[in-house]
T-cell receptor
Framework: KQEVTQIPAALSVPEGENLVLNCSFTDSAIYNLQWFRQDPGKGLTSLLLIQSSQREQTSGRLNASLDKSSGRSTLYIAASQPGDSATYLCAVGSTGGFKTIFGAGTRLFVKA | AAGVIQSPRHLIKEKRETATLKCYPIPRHDTVYWYQQGPGQDPQFLISFYEKMQSDKGSIPDRFSAQQFSDYHSELNMSSLELGDSALYFC???????????FGPGTRLTVL
């Protein structure tokens, strides 16, 4: 049974810092991995999708990496801003991509 | 750009009542996913549909059922509601399996 863990559970950083969020999964037979952002009481916004054959994806200040063999993914946020404050969720897609298991998320607070 | 539409946005029901949640995917998206998110928890995968057929099933109670219609919209039917069913219910859609999932704004269900 796939289990997804995110570390740390919460993180507070000053504005401008670069930071790394971690995601680990127990079953390396994944189809893809997706990073989402969720603001309080709101829906999820997709940030990056990495297919199982890919090693990383980049979008603006965000870079996500995937190491399937070790069951790990990282989300790197460069030059953090107060507007980045949210909960970041990692979601692993099973083979075929129809079943998605989420981690508990990392709650990020960027101080101005 | 068109997004995923969910209705209703808010729903209040009594215990043992039934509820129907609707999801309208992004045009041309053929895959729909349903998730349940309790307070302070990560989204839990309930069920998914691809091309109007159930594609995968997660932790969906037997009291719940869902289907995807010919126009690709989906409905989640919930019967014999319990207090513990109070949660945010998200629908997401994608183009095919394993592609980026786009989430709707959610339906907040409160069971009294």
């Amino acid at each position: 049974k796939q289990e997804v863990t995110q570390i740390p559970a919460a993180l507070s950083v000053p504005e401008g810092e670069n930071l790394v969020l971690n995601c680990s999964f127990t079953d390396s037979a994944i189809y893809n991995l997706q990073w989402f952002r969720q603001d309080p009481g709101k829906g999820l916004t997709s940030l990056l999708l990495i297919q199982s054959s890919q090693r990383e994806q980049t979008s603006g200040r965000l870079n996500a990496s995937l190491d399937k063999s070790s069951g790990r993914s990282t989300l790197y946020i460069a030059a953090s801003q107060p507007g980045d404050s949210a909960t970041y969720l990692c979601a692993v897609g099973s083979t075929g991509g129809f079943k998605t298991i989420f981690g508990a998320g990392t709650r990020l607070f960027v101080k101005a | 750009a068109a997004g995923v539409i969910q209705s209703p946005r808010h729903l209040i029901k009594e215990k043992r009542e039934t509820a129907t949640l609707k999801c309208y995917p992004i045009p041309r998206h053929d895959t729909v996913y349903w998730y349940q998110q309790g307070p302070g928890q990560d989204p839990q995968f309930l069920i998914s549909f691809y091309e109007k057929m159930q594609s995968d099933k997660g932790s969906i109670p037997d009291r719940f059922s869902a289907q995807q219609f010919s126009d690709y919209h989906s409905e989640l039917n919930m019967s014999s509601l319990e207090l513990g069913d109070s949660a945010l219910y998200f629908c997401a859609s994608s183009l095919g399996d394993g592609d980026t999932q786009y989430f709707g704004p959610g339906t907040r269900l409160t069971v009294l």
